[in-house]
Structure formats: structure tokens, C-alpha cells
T-cell receptor
Framework: GENVEQHPSTLSVQEGDSAVIKCTYS??????FPWYKQELGKRPQLIID?????GEKKDQRIAVTLNKTAKHFSLHITETQPEDSAVYFC???????????FGGGTRLMVKP | GAVVSQHPSRVICKSGTSVKIECRSL??????MFWYRQFPKQSLMLMATSNEGSKATYEQGVEKDKFLINHASLTLSTLTVTSAHPEDSSFYIC????????????FGPGTRLTVT
């Protein structure tokens, strides 16, 4: 089955700096890669996703890149703000709406 | 966006009792729902895929007789934790797939189960 590794497990940045979280996956059949933000005790919230036919996608301060050959994808957050502090999860799936295999999560702390 | 609800949001039960958790898609039909479990400070792990009108598909290591799943309608799936033990204490989150419009997956708010 699919295995998703995520690094780092914790990340502390100063407000205004950029944050980068990286994930690798094992199953070449995976074609859908969403990123979720989860606050304590709450449901995961989809913040951005990318499909395998695209190498990069951007939405305001958030961008995701995908290297299908190397089987890795990354989340980039620019101009970080304290409200970006949360746990971020990457995930992989064969297609949108299918079962998700999650990475281990990254606790992002943005210091004011 | 589409709304998925879970009930209850929190439940405390004694060891040996059973607990039922409901997952509802409020404004769309979901032929498929997924059940995930999340231990404190850990990731979400898929437990099973719930299919309307048929038996659930369980992931390796998940006991189907302990975690009973029933998907009796296009808007409701239930997870029953039978003979609960303290190690079953966890955050249980469902998600539902909207197959009629976008094939997106929407998460419920989660149920915090504490077994004493």
C-alpha cells in the first residue's frame, strides 16, 4: 500500500518568513495530493491540492510543487502569520475523493 | 462547501460498553464514507471504507467485529465501537465523498471518545 513520509515534524519560523514542508510517497499510482491544516481538536481543512498532471499550483501565500518522478511534493507558505500556526498534513490518494494516506504531520509555529 | 456532521462530538464511556458514532452528509449524497482514527499528536489513520448498501472494507489490523460499520442510507454511516477499552480512546473522524458533483471529500468535525 501507499506510504507517505513527512518532514519536518515540527517547524518554528518568525512571522513574515517562509515555511516549507516536504513529503514523499511510495505508490506511483497515486495521482492526487492534498494538504490539510488541522487546529487542535478540529477537523482537517483542505488548504490546497495538486494533481499529477500539474507540477505546481499557487493560491495567494500558499503553493505546492510536485515531482512525480521523484515521488515528492512540498508545501510552501510565504509571509507567514501567527494564524498559520497549526498542524499540517500532506496526503496521497489515487484520485480526489478516494481514501487518503496521510503523512505524519508537521506542527508549524509562527512566532510574532 | 458541503457539510458533514458527526454525533456525538464527545463521549465518555466505561470499559466493556459499546458506543455508536454517527456520520451524516447534510446537503449531498455520499455512497462512500471513510472512517479515520487519530491518536493524540499523531496522524489520521484510515480504519475502513463504508459503502452504502454493502459491507465495509477494513484496513489491515482493524478488527471488523470490534468496529462495526453500517452505511444504511446515502447520508448516514455509523461506527460502533463494541466492548470498548481504554486503548480505544481516540479522535474518530469520518469523511464523505460527494460523487454527484465534484468527487471531493469532506471531513466531519470528529468525535472524541474517552473510555474509562
Amino acid at each position: 500500500g501507499e506510504n507517505v513520509e513527512q518532514h519536518p515534524s515540527t517547524l518554528s519560523v518568525q512571522e513574515g518568513d517562509s515555511a516549507v514542508i516536504k513529503c514523499t510517497y511510495s505508490d506511483s499510482a497515486s495521482n492526487y495530493f492534498p494538504w490539510y491544516k488541522q487546529e487542535l481538536g478540529k477537523r482537517p481543512q483542505l488548504i490546497i491540492d495538486i494533481r499529477s498532471n500539474v507540477g505546481e499550483k499557487k493560491d495567494q501565500r500558499i503553493a505546492v510543487t510536485l515531482n512525480k518522478t521523484a515521488k515528492h511534493f512540498s508545501l510552501h507558505i510565504t509571509e507567514t502569520q501567527p494564524e498559520d500556526s497549526a498542524v499540517y498534513f500532506c496526503a496521497a490518494s489515487m484520485y480526489a475523493g478516494n481514501m487518503l494516506t496521510f503523512g505524519g504531520g508537521t506542527r508549524l509555529m509562527v512566532k510574532p | 462547501g458541503a457539510v458533514v456532521s458527526q454525533h456525538p462530538s464527545r463521549v465518555i464511556c466505561k470499559s466493556g460498553t459499546s458506543v455508536k458514532i454517527e456520520c451524516r452528509s447534510l446537503d449531498f449524497q455520499a455512497t462512500t464514507m471513510f472512517w479515520y482514527r487519530q491518536f493524540p499528536k499523531q496522524s489520521l489513520m484510515l480504519m475502513a471504507t463504508s459503502n452504502e448498501g454493502s459491507k465495509a472494507t477494513y484496513e489491515q489490523g482493524v478488527e471488523k467485529d470490534k468496529f462495526l460499520i453500517n452505511h444504511a442510507s446515502l447520508t448516514l454511516s455509523t461506527l460502533t465501537v463494541t466492548s470498548a477499552h481504554p486503548e480505544d480512546s481516540s479522535f474518530y473522524i469520518c469523511s464523505a465523498r460527494d460523487t454527484t458533483t465534484s468527487y471531493e471529500q469532506y471531513f466531519g468535525p470528529g468525535t472524541r471518545l474517552t473510555v474509562t
